[in-house]
């Protein structure tokens, strides 16, 4: 099958970064790190989503991370690195389609849809990048591949349109909360498609995409604030906020900082597509938080997850 979003390389380690290579897996482990770490962010800003709005909330981890991410490069000497002008435009275009947009969609859906559901429609992002391929550069499909979105769209469909234990019965308020999960999602595979040329086509070090990636991101809120004609800051206003700012700066350290800057290296060492697919088992460090935490996981979102993972497999999978 055609590859979507992906270029196949050789082999490559963390060398290049300063680390020795030791399992030859660090793309792929470095990609589910990252996708436990967004499962416990999101299950974090599903409960604080519920006081600050999406697009505050995006730009107040935006710019916590980015200064996060500035200091480290700082630290490390790493900032005055030479980037051709066509992978800084398109690493801040990324920044400004999967951060600035994407993420605020992300956010305004998991306070209508919660954690765990909001998480499964992120599964969407592989075959849409897919799909973006196909549509805007004639590449083809296979039948298998077509097999694989099938299943994923299936699975997801099933799980999401579960009535989820404590969730709101307005239909619309949930039908919002899935526009706004597959618009995010639209939005991550665009903006992972963009990172991933860049960064397989330079030298440039995911620390410093993640930088400029979230740099672009916060810009694009600091003008589509404004815009929104509402009064920001009111969350400010809530009780105990040293309390809501710790569980603020946890999520962001944990979900923004480390895991964009996994995400980043994931894509730096391995195919987009394999990097995309275990990026995507989220929802299943998600129903294991979720257990953890003593919610009940209904055997059907067990088994939608799973078809899905299996359909993102096909996608990517040999011919």
């Known amino acids: 099958m055609t590859r979507v979003i992906a270029v196949k390389k050789g082999n490559r380690s963390m ?8 399992t030859g897996f660090e793309g792929q482990l470095a990609a589910l790190i990252a996708a436990f770490l967004w499962a416990l962010a999101t299950t ?10 999406p697009l505050e909330l995006n730009l107040t981890k935006g ?21 051709e002008p066509w992978a800084l435009a398109l690493l801040l275009f990324s920044g400004v389609v999967g951060i600035g947009l994407g993420d605020t969609a992300y956010l ?3 306070k209508r849809l919660g954690p765990r559901r909001t998480l499964l429609l992120e599964m969407l992002a592989p075959p849409s990048a897919g799909l973006i391929a196909l549509v805007l550069l004639g590449e083809k499909l296979s039948a298998i591949a077509w097999l694989g979105i099938a299943l994923t769209l299936v699975g997801v469909a099933w799980v999401v349109t579960e009535r989820a234990p404590g969730q709101p019965g307005n239909r619309e308020h949930v039908w919002r909360g ?39 991101g916060v810009l694009t809120l600091l003008i589509w604030l404004p815009l929104t004609k509402r009064s920001p800051g009111r969350w400010l206003k809530v009780e105990r906020p040293r309390r809501l700012w710790g569980v603020i700066l946890f999520a962001t350290f944990v979900g923004t900082y480390l895991a964009i800057w996994l ?4 894509l730096k060492l391995t195919d987009a597509g394999v990097a ?10 998600a129903l294991a938080i979720g257990a953890w935490k003593g919610e009940k996981i209904s055997l059907r979102a067990i ?8 359909g993102i497999g096909l996608l990517f999978g040999p011919t």
Do not use: C, D, E, K
Not at 15 to 22: A, C, D, F, Y
Not at 69 to 83: A, D, E, P, V
Not at 263 to 266: E, G, M, P
């Open 15 to 22: 060398g290049h970064l300063g680390i020795p290579s030791i």
């Open 263 to 266: 995400q980043q290296t994931s």
């Open 108 to 110: 305004a859906s998991l």
């Open 303 to 310: 088994v939608g997850v799973f078809i899905a993972l299996v």
């Open 44 to 53: 974090i800003y599903g409960s604080v989503g519920q006081i600050i709005p």
């Open 178 to 216: 899935i526009g706004f999960g597959i618009a995010a999602a639209l939005a991550q595979a665009s903006g992972a498609a963009l990172s991933h040329a860049a960064l397989v086509r330079t030298s440039v070090n995911p620390l410093l995409s993640a930088l400029l990636r979230l740099a672009a």
């Open 63 to 83: 710019v916590l991370a980015t200064a996060m991410l500035l200091l480290t490069l700082l630290l490390r000497g790493g900032l005055l690195i030479s980037i």
């Open 276 to 285: 995309q697919t275990l990026l995507a088992t989220s929802p299943l460090f």
